[in-house]
Protein backbone atom coordinates (compact mmCIF):
# COMPACT_ATOMS: atom_id res chain seq x y z
CA UNK A 1 0.00 0.00 0.00
CA UNK A 2 0.96 3.55 -0.16
CA UNK A 3 -0.48 6.74 0.34
CA UNK A 4 -2.21 8.38 -2.78
CA UNK A 5 -0.69 11.03 -4.59
CA UNK A 6 -3.85 12.77 -5.52
CA UNK A 7 -6.99 12.67 -3.00
CA UNK A 8 -8.65 16.51 -5.15
CA UNK A 9 -9.30 13.40 -7.94
CA UNK A 10 -9.55 9.99 -6.42
CA UNK A 11 -12.89 8.11 -5.89
CA UNK A 12 -13.13 6.96 -2.89
CA UNK A 13 -15.24 4.00 -1.39
CA UNK A 14 -16.01 3.80 2.33
CA UNK A 15 -17.38 0.76 4.12
CA UNK A 16 -19.31 1.56 7.50
CA UNK A 17 -21.07 4.24 8.51
CA UNK A 18 -20.96 4.22 11.93
CA UNK A 19 -18.69 7.55 13.40
CA UNK A 20 -15.50 6.46 11.65
CA UNK A 21 -16.96 5.94 8.77
CA UNK A 22 -18.85 9.23 8.37
CA UNK A 23 -16.05 11.18 9.46
CA UNK A 24 -13.33 9.68 6.89
CA UNK A 25 -16.27 10.59 4.71
CA UNK A 26 -16.72 14.32 5.65
CA UNK A 27 -12.64 15.11 5.74
CA UNK A 28 -11.83 13.34 2.19
CA UNK A 29 -14.99 15.12 0.63
CA UNK A 30 -13.02 18.17 2.32
CA UNK A 31 -10.09 17.91 0.16
CA UNK A 32 -12.35 17.30 -3.39
CA UNK A 33 -12.57 13.36 -3.00
CA UNK A 34 -15.57 11.34 -4.52
CA UNK A 35 -16.82 9.38 -1.84
CA UNK A 36 -19.61 6.85 -1.59
CA UNK A 37 -20.18 5.33 1.43
CA UNK A 38 -21.75 1.62 2.07
CA UNK A 39 -23.01 0.14 4.71
CA UNK A 40 -24.56 -3.46 4.82
CA UNK A 41 -27.00 -2.36 7.83
CA UNK A 42 -30.93 -1.71 7.19
CA UNK A 43 -31.21 1.92 6.17
CA UNK A 44 -33.97 2.11 8.79
CA UNK A 45 -31.39 2.11 11.68
CA UNK A 46 -29.71 4.67 10.05
CA UNK A 47 -31.44 8.28 10.22
CA UNK A 48 -28.95 9.88 11.40
CA UNK A 49 -26.24 8.79 9.10
CA UNK A 50 -28.29 9.70 6.16
CA UNK A 51 -28.86 12.93 7.01
CA UNK A 52 -25.67 13.66 7.83
CA UNK A 53 -24.35 12.14 4.20
CA UNK A 54 -27.04 13.95 2.25
CA UNK A 55 -26.38 17.20 4.28
CA UNK A 56 -23.14 16.80 2.95
CA UNK A 57 -23.72 15.62 -0.75
CA UNK A 58 -22.34 12.24 -0.52
CA UNK A 59 -23.84 9.41 -2.07
CA UNK A 60 -24.08 5.96 -0.28
CA UNK A 61 -26.64 2.91 -0.02
CA UNK A 62 -27.50 0.73 2.86
CA UNK A 63 -28.88 -2.87 3.09
CA UNK A 64 -26.17 -4.64 1.09
CA UNK A 65 -21.99 -3.87 -0.29
CA UNK A 66 -22.94 -3.65 -4.06
CA UNK A 67 -20.46 -3.44 -6.63
CA UNK A 68 -20.17 0.26 -6.95
CA UNK A 69 -18.04 -0.19 -4.19
CA UNK A 70 -15.06 -1.44 -6.15
CA UNK A 71 -15.06 1.19 -8.56
CA UNK A 72 -13.03 3.35 -6.64
CA UNK A 73 -9.13 4.13 -6.24
CA UNK A 74 -9.27 3.19 -2.57
CA UNK A 75 -11.22 1.67 0.41
CA UNK A 76 -11.44 3.01 3.66
CA UNK A 77 -12.56 0.41 6.23
CA UNK A 78 -14.51 0.90 9.31
CA UNK A 79 -13.55 -0.99 12.81
CA UNK A 80 -16.60 -2.38 12.85
CA UNK A 81 -15.97 -4.50 9.00
CA UNK A 82 -14.06 -7.48 9.72
CA UNK A 83 -11.02 -7.78 7.71
CA UNK A 84 -12.24 -11.01 6.01
CA UNK A 85 -15.17 -10.05 4.88
CA UNK A 86 -16.46 -10.53 1.76
CA UNK A 87 -16.49 -7.01 0.48
CA UNK A 88 -13.04 -6.56 2.00
CA UNK A 89 -11.67 -10.01 0.49
CA UNK A 90 -13.10 -8.66 -3.11
CA UNK A 91 -11.37 -5.59 -2.83
CA UNK A 92 -8.21 -6.67 -2.09
CA UNK A 93 -8.64 -9.32 -4.69
CA UNK A 94 -9.29 -6.62 -6.98
CA UNK A 95 -5.83 -5.20 -6.52
CA UNK A 96 -7.93 -2.31 -4.41
CA UNK A 97 -6.03 -1.13 -1.65
CA UNK A 98 -7.65 -0.56 1.70
CA UNK A 99 -7.15 1.93 4.45
CA UNK A 100 -8.40 2.73 7.77
CA UNK A 101 -9.64 5.93 9.40
CA UNK A 102 -6.84 6.89 11.35
CA UNK A 103 -4.50 6.10 8.58
CA UNK A 104 -6.52 8.38 6.34
CA UNK A 105 -6.89 11.12 8.98
CA UNK A 106 -2.92 11.12 9.51
CA UNK A 107 -2.53 12.04 5.70
CA UNK A 108 -3.71 15.21 6.79
CA UNK A 109 -1.77 15.74 10.28
CA UNK A 110 0.53 18.49 10.98
CA UNK A 111 0.58 17.93 15.02
CA UNK A 112 2.93 15.12 16.34
CA UNK A 113 0.55 12.11 17.41
CA UNK A 114 0.79 10.19 20.90
CA UNK A 115 -1.17 6.92 19.71
CA UNK A 116 -1.85 4.23 22.71
CA UNK A 117 -3.07 0.88 22.15
CA UNK A 118 -3.02 -2.58 23.91
CA UNK A 119 -5.53 -5.38 24.50
CA UNK A 120 -6.80 -2.99 28.42
CA UNK A 121 -6.26 0.66 29.82
CA UNK A 122 -6.12 2.83 26.21
CA UNK A 123 -9.05 5.16 26.89
CA UNK A 124 -7.92 5.89 30.58
CA UNK A 125 -4.02 6.18 29.10
CA UNK A 126 -5.67 8.59 26.16
CA UNK A 127 -7.69 10.57 28.37
CA UNK A 128 -5.09 10.95 31.29
CA UNK A 129 -2.30 11.70 28.39
CA UNK A 130 -4.61 14.56 27.05
CA UNK A 131 -5.63 16.09 30.51
CA UNK A 132 -1.84 16.59 31.11
CA UNK A 133 -1.58 18.26 27.89
CA UNK A 134 -4.84 20.68 28.72
CA UNK A 135 -3.24 21.26 31.59
CA UNK A 136 -0.10 22.46 30.06
CA UNK A 137 -1.93 24.73 28.39
CA UNK A 138 -1.69 23.24 25.33
CA UNK A 139 -3.94 23.06 22.39
CA UNK A 140 -4.76 19.36 22.34
CA UNK A 141 -7.10 17.21 20.69
CA UNK A 142 -7.87 13.46 22.65
CA UNK A 143 -9.77 10.97 19.46
CA UNK A 144 -9.53 7.80 18.06
CA UNK A 145 -10.89 4.79 19.05
CA UNK A 146 -12.12 6.81 22.46
CA UNK A 147 -15.25 7.86 20.49
CA UNK A 148 -14.10 10.95 18.36
CA UNK A 149 -12.79 10.22 15.17
CA UNK A 150 -9.56 11.69 14.50
CA UNK A 151 -10.51 12.60 10.72
CA UNK A 152 -13.72 14.94 12.63
CA UNK A 153 -10.56 17.70 14.50
CA UNK A 154 -7.25 16.53 11.92
CA UNK A 155 -7.52 19.57 9.78
CA UNK A 156 -7.86 21.73 13.13
CA UNK A 157 -4.67 20.65 14.46
CA UNK A 158 -1.41 22.64 13.93
CA UNK A 159 2.28 22.28 14.71
CA UNK A 160 1.71 23.54 17.82
CA UNK A 161 -1.19 21.55 18.88
CA UNK A 162 -1.22 17.48 20.07
CA UNK A 163 -3.56 14.78 18.74
CA UNK A 164 -3.64 11.96 21.44
CA UNK A 165 -5.29 8.63 19.88
CA UNK A 166 -6.47 5.82 20.82
CA UNK A 167 -5.79 3.25 18.29
CA UNK A 168 -7.40 -0.20 18.33
CA UNK A 169 -5.59 -3.31 15.97
CA UNK A 170 -8.49 -3.17 13.93
CA UNK A 171 -7.42 0.75 13.17
CA UNK A 172 -3.64 -0.82 13.04
CA UNK A 173 -4.68 -4.06 10.63
CA UNK A 174 -4.84 -1.16 7.56
CA UNK A 175 -2.33 1.52 8.47
CA UNK A 176 0.33 2.05 5.89
CA UNK A 177 1.92 5.38 6.55
CA UNK A 178 0.83 6.25 10.00
CA UNK A 179 3.60 7.39 12.33
CA UNK A 180 3.16 8.47 15.84
CA UNK A 181 6.23 10.67 17.44
CA UNK A 182 5.39 9.02 20.81
CA UNK A 183 3.26 4.94 20.36
CA UNK A 184 2.21 3.69 23.49
CA UNK A 185 1.88 -0.16 24.15
CA UNK A 186 -0.16 -1.04 27.61
CA UNK A 187 -0.16 -4.91 27.35
CA UNK A 188 -1.53 -7.69 25.19
CA UNK A 189 -3.80 -10.00 26.32
CA UNK A 190 -5.92 -12.36 24.23
CA UNK A 191 -8.70 -10.84 23.40
CA UNK A 192 -10.83 -10.73 19.48
CA UNK A 193 -10.22 -14.22 18.82
CA UNK A 194 -13.30 -13.87 17.26
CA UNK A 195 -11.81 -11.57 14.71
CA UNK A 196 -8.62 -12.63 14.06
CA UNK A 197 -6.98 -16.55 13.28
CA UNK A 198 -5.17 -16.82 16.69
CA UNK A 199 -3.84 -15.06 19.33
CA UNK A 200 -0.37 -14.38 17.44
CA UNK A 201 -2.24 -12.79 14.87
CA UNK A 202 -3.76 -10.43 16.99
CA UNK A 203 -0.45 -9.72 18.63
CA UNK A 204 1.07 -8.82 15.10
CA UNK A 205 -1.37 -6.35 14.85
CA UNK A 206 -0.61 -4.43 17.98
CA UNK A 207 2.89 -4.20 17.03
CA UNK A 208 1.67 -2.39 14.28
CA UNK A 209 1.78 0.46 15.97
CA UNK A 210 5.72 0.81 15.91
CA UNK A 211 5.80 -0.20 12.18
CA UNK A 212 6.54 3.56 10.76
CA UNK A 213 8.75 4.43 13.38
CA UNK A 214 12.47 5.91 13.68
CA UNK A 215 15.03 6.87 15.78
CA UNK A 216 13.70 10.31 16.21
CA UNK A 217 10.08 8.60 17.41
CA UNK A 218 9.35 6.85 20.67
CA UNK A 219 7.75 3.73 21.98
CA UNK A 220 6.42 3.71 25.45
CA UNK A 221 5.92 0.20 26.26
CA UNK A 222 5.01 -2.11 29.37
CA UNK A 223 8.44 -3.58 30.63
CA UNK A 224 6.27 -6.22 32.68
CA UNK A 225 4.96 -8.05 29.46
CA UNK A 226 7.18 -10.34 28.48
CA UNK A 227 5.55 -10.44 24.93
CA UNK A 228 5.61 -6.91 24.33
CA UNK A 229 8.87 -6.01 26.26
CA UNK A 230 10.93 -9.15 24.06
CA UNK A 231 9.55 -7.48 21.04
CA UNK A 232 9.28 -3.54 21.88
CA UNK A 233 13.57 -3.74 23.04
CA UNK A 234 14.01 -4.81 19.56
CA UNK A 235 12.76 -1.08 17.95
CA UNK A 236 14.88 0.86 15.92
CA UNK A 237 13.37 4.25 17.94
CA UNK A 238 13.83 5.11 21.49
CA UNK A 239 13.02 3.25 23.96
CA UNK A 240 10.94 4.25 27.48
CA UNK A 241 9.60 1.14 29.05
CA UNK A 242 7.53 1.43 32.40
CA UNK A 243 7.30 -1.12 35.42
CA UNK A 244 5.88 -1.97 38.58
CA UNK A 245 8.23 -4.85 39.14
CA UNK A 246 11.77 -3.39 38.54
CA UNK A 247 13.61 -0.33 38.98
CA UNK A 248 15.00 0.86 35.11
CA UNK A 249 17.52 2.62 34.29
CA UNK A 250 15.41 4.40 32.17
CA UNK A 251 11.93 4.92 31.60
CA UNK A 252 9.56 4.60 34.82
CA UNK A 253 8.67 2.13 37.72
CA UNK A 254 7.28 2.22 40.91
CA UNK A 255 9.34 1.48 44.10
CA UNK A 256 8.18 1.11 47.70
CA UNK A 257 4.89 2.97 47.27
CA UNK A 258 6.51 5.86 45.20
CA UNK A 259 6.78 6.42 41.69
CA UNK A 260 10.11 7.59 39.20
CA UNK A 261 11.00 8.81 36.28
CA UNK A 262 14.10 8.13 34.93
CA UNK A 263 16.90 9.79 32.61
CA UNK A 264 20.64 8.98 32.09
CA UNK A 265 20.24 6.65 35.27
CA UNK A 266 19.21 9.11 37.41
CA UNK A 267 15.60 8.56 39.18
CA UNK A 268 13.39 11.78 39.60
CA UNK A 269 10.17 11.54 41.93
CA UNK A 270 7.25 12.18 40.42
CA UNK A 271 4.63 11.41 42.99
CA UNK A 272 3.21 8.81 45.90
CA UNK A 273 1.29 5.84 44.51
CA UNK A 274 -1.52 6.88 46.81
CA UNK A 275 -1.41 10.81 45.91
CA UNK A 276 -2.90 9.35 42.26
CA UNK A 277 -6.55 9.55 42.13
CA UNK A 278 -7.68 6.38 40.22
CA UNK A 279 -7.25 2.77 42.13
CA UNK A 280 -5.74 0.00 41.43
CA UNK A 281 -2.39 -1.52 39.49
CA UNK A 282 -4.18 -1.49 36.29
CA UNK A 283 -4.34 2.00 36.49
CA UNK A 284 -0.83 2.25 37.88
CA UNK A 285 0.32 1.12 35.01
CA UNK A 286 -1.82 3.70 32.70
CA UNK A 287 -0.45 6.73 35.05
CA UNK A 288 3.28 5.74 34.35
CA UNK A 289 2.71 4.86 30.58
CA UNK A 290 0.80 8.51 30.25
CA UNK A 291 3.81 10.08 32.54
CA UNK A 292 6.19 8.73 29.91
CA UNK A 293 4.64 9.70 27.21
CA UNK A 294 4.06 13.30 28.35
CA UNK A 295 7.25 13.40 29.55
CA UNK A 296 8.69 12.75 26.10
CA UNK A 297 6.82 15.31 24.79
CA UNK A 298 7.91 18.07 26.63
CA UNK A 299 5.42 18.00 29.82
CA UNK A 300 6.85 19.29 32.89
CA UNK A 301 6.94 16.76 35.94
CA UNK A 302 4.79 19.32 38.28
CA UNK A 303 1.74 19.22 35.76
CA UNK A 304 2.00 15.80 35.26
CA UNK A 305 1.88 15.02 39.14
CA UNK A 306 -0.86 17.25 39.43
CA UNK A 307 -2.51 16.18 36.74
CA UNK A 308 -2.25 12.40 38.50
CA UNK A 309 -3.50 13.90 41.69
CA UNK A 310 -7.18 15.16 40.27
CA UNK A 311 -7.37 12.85 37.33
CA UNK A 312 -11.23 10.64 38.29
CA UNK A 313 -10.65 8.52 35.79
CA UNK A 314 -13.40 7.82 32.91
CA UNK A 315 -16.91 6.92 32.24
CA UNK A 316 -17.76 3.02 32.00
CA UNK A 317 -14.11 2.08 33.17
CA UNK A 318 -14.73 1.19 37.55
CA UNK A 319 -16.95 4.12 37.61
CA UNK A 320 -19.08 4.54 40.53
CA UNK A 321 -22.60 4.81 40.14
CA UNK A 322 -24.47 5.64 43.39
CA UNK A 323 -24.41 3.30 47.27
CA UNK A 324 -28.19 2.37 47.88
CA UNK A 325 -29.35 0.35 51.19
CA UNK A 326 -25.15 -0.37 51.78
CA UNK A 327 -24.88 -1.45 48.39
CA UNK A 328 -22.17 0.13 45.81
CA UNK A 329 -23.26 -0.14 41.80
CA UNK A 330 -20.13 0.37 39.90
CA UNK A 331 -19.96 0.32 36.06
CA UNK A 332 -17.11 -1.52 34.03
CA UNK A 333 -19.03 -2.25 30.59
CA UNK A 334 -15.47 -1.36 28.94
CA UNK A 335 -14.23 -4.05 30.66
CA UNK A 336 -14.96 -6.51 27.08
CA UNK A 337 -12.80 -8.89 27.81
CA UNK A 338 -10.98 -11.61 30.29
CA UNK A 339 -8.19 -9.81 31.55
CA UNK A 340 -10.30 -6.27 31.85
CA UNK A 341 -12.69 -8.25 34.63
CA UNK A 342 -9.73 -10.11 36.02
CA UNK A 343 -8.57 -6.53 37.46
CA UNK A 344 -11.96 -4.89 38.08
CA UNK A 345 -12.45 -8.22 40.27
CA UNK A 346 -9.22 -7.61 41.86
CA UNK A 347 -9.87 -3.87 43.09
CA UNK A 348 -12.53 -4.89 45.84
CA UNK A 349 -11.93 -6.37 49.15
CA UNK A 350 -15.93 -6.33 49.57
CA UNK A 351 -18.09 -9.69 48.31
CA UNK A 352 -19.16 -9.00 44.79
CA UNK A 353 -22.11 -9.63 43.03
CA UNK A 354 -21.14 -9.80 38.62
CA UNK A 355 -23.03 -8.79 35.99
CA UNK A 356 -21.70 -10.79 33.35
CA UNK A 357 -22.34 -11.74 29.10
CA UNK A 358 -22.62 -10.26 26.37
CA UNK A 359 -21.18 -11.24 22.30
CA UNK A 360 -18.35 -13.67 23.04
CA UNK A 361 -14.79 -13.09 21.40
CA UNK A 362 -13.98 -16.11 21.81
CA UNK A 363 -12.80 -15.80 25.45
CA UNK A 364 -10.92 -18.34 27.85
CA UNK A 365 -12.68 -17.75 31.31
CA UNK A 366 -10.05 -19.62 33.32
CA UNK A 367 -7.92 -16.93 34.45
CA UNK A 368 -11.28 -15.60 36.74
CA UNK A 369 -11.98 -19.21 38.04
CA UNK A 370 -9.82 -18.59 41.13
CA UNK A 371 -11.15 -14.99 41.54
CA UNK A 372 -14.70 -15.56 41.19
CA UNK A 373 -14.74 -18.33 43.42
CA UNK A 374 -12.84 -16.31 45.85
CA UNK A 375 -14.69 -12.89 46.01
CA UNK A 376 -18.13 -13.35 43.79
CA UNK A 377 -21.21 -14.05 45.52
CA UNK A 378 -23.40 -14.33 42.34
CA UNK A 379 -22.81 -14.05 38.62
CA UNK A 380 -25.76 -12.64 36.80
CA UNK A 381 -25.42 -13.47 33.06
CA UNK A 382 -27.15 -11.97 30.53
CA UNK A 383 -26.56 -12.19 26.19
CA UNK A 384 -25.60 -14.70 24.22
CA UNK A 385 -22.30 -15.92 25.92
CA UNK A 386 -24.30 -16.71 28.97
CA UNK A 387 -25.20 -20.28 28.13
CA UNK A 388 -20.98 -20.53 28.09
CA UNK A 389 -20.63 -18.86 30.90
CA UNK A 390 -22.80 -20.56 32.91
CA UNK A 391 -21.12 -23.93 31.55
CA UNK A 392 -18.03 -22.74 32.66
CA UNK A 393 -18.53 -20.78 36.26
CA UNK A 394 -21.87 -22.90 37.66
CA UNK A 395 -19.22 -25.36 39.73
CA UNK A 396 -17.15 -21.67 40.97
CA UNK A 397 -20.09 -19.51 42.18
CA UNK A 398 -24.22 -19.47 42.54
CA UNK A 399 -25.01 -18.13 39.06
CA UNK A 400 -28.70 -17.35 37.90
CA UNK A 401 -29.65 -16.17 34.10
CA UNK A 402 -31.25 -13.01 32.69
CA UNK A 403 -33.25 -11.77 29.80
CA UNK A 404 -31.99 -8.73 29.59
CA UNK A 405 -30.03 -5.51 31.74
CA UNK A 406 -33.29 -5.09 33.54
CA UNK A 407 -33.59 -7.99 34.46
CA UNK A 408 -30.42 -8.39 35.32
CA UNK A 409 -30.02 -5.50 37.48
CA UNK A 410 -33.16 -6.14 39.52
CA UNK A 411 -31.82 -9.74 40.16
CA UNK A 412 -28.32 -8.40 41.33
CA UNK A 413 -30.06 -5.80 43.16
CA UNK A 414 -32.21 -8.82 45.17
CA UNK A 415 -29.12 -10.98 45.58
CA UNK A 416 -26.69 -8.24 46.85
CA UNK A 417 -26.22 -7.75 50.87
CA UNK A 418 -25.17 -4.73 52.87
CA UNK A 419 -22.03 -4.12 51.86
CA UNK A 420 -21.49 -6.11 48.69
CA UNK A 421 -20.54 -4.80 45.72
CA UNK A 422 -22.85 -5.21 42.92
CA UNK A 423 -20.26 -4.78 39.11
CA UNK A 424 -21.09 -4.79 35.66
CA UNK A 425 -17.79 -6.62 33.92
CA UNK A 426 -19.04 -8.33 31.23
CA UNK A 427 -15.75 -9.54 30.05
CA UNK A 428 -17.76 -9.57 26.27
CA UNK A 429 -18.62 -7.12 23.85
CA UNK A 430 -21.82 -5.66 23.56
CA UNK A 431 -22.78 -5.92 20.22
CA UNK A 432 -25.02 -8.51 20.80
CA UNK A 433 -27.76 -6.36 23.11
CA UNK A 434 -26.37 -2.78 22.87
CA UNK A 435 -25.10 -0.42 20.25
CA UNK A 436 -21.49 -0.40 21.76
CA UNK A 437 -20.27 -0.55 25.59
CA UNK A 438 -21.13 3.36 26.08
CA UNK A 439 -24.82 2.35 25.44
CA UNK A 440 -24.98 -0.88 27.80
CA UNK A 441 -22.80 1.44 30.65
CA UNK A 442 -25.70 3.95 29.99
CA UNK A 443 -28.31 2.20 30.15
CA UNK A 444 -27.38 -0.06 33.23
CA UNK A 445 -26.43 3.69 35.12
CA UNK A 446 -30.25 4.72 34.12
CA UNK A 447 -31.22 0.70 35.80
CA UNK A 448 -29.59 1.47 39.09
CA UNK A 449 -30.62 4.95 39.31
CA UNK A 450 -34.25 4.13 38.64
CA UNK A 451 -34.23 1.47 42.01
Known amino acids: ?249 FGAYAEDGKVYLVSDGKSEFLIDVKEIRIPGVHNLYNSLAASLAAWRLGASPTVIAGTLREFPGVEHRLEPVRELSGVRFVNDSKATNVDAVWYALGSFANPIVLIAGGKDKGNDYAPLFELVHEKVRTMVLIGQAAPKMLREFSDKTRCIMATSMEDAVSKANKEARPGDVVLLSPACASFDMFQDYEHRGREFKRLVMAL
Open 1 to 249: MSKPEKIESAKVSILGAARSGIAAARLLKSQGASVFVSDNKPQSAATKQTETLESLGIAYEFNAHSDRVFDADFIVISPGVPSNSNVVMHAKKVGLNVYSEVEVASWFCRAPIAAITGSNGKTTTTSLLGKIFQNLGRKTFVTGNIGFPISDYVLDADENSIVVAEVSSFQLDHIDTFKPEVAVLLNITPDHLDRYADYQAYVRSKFRIFMNQSSDDCAVFNHDDEAVNDHCSKLNTALLPFSVNDRLS
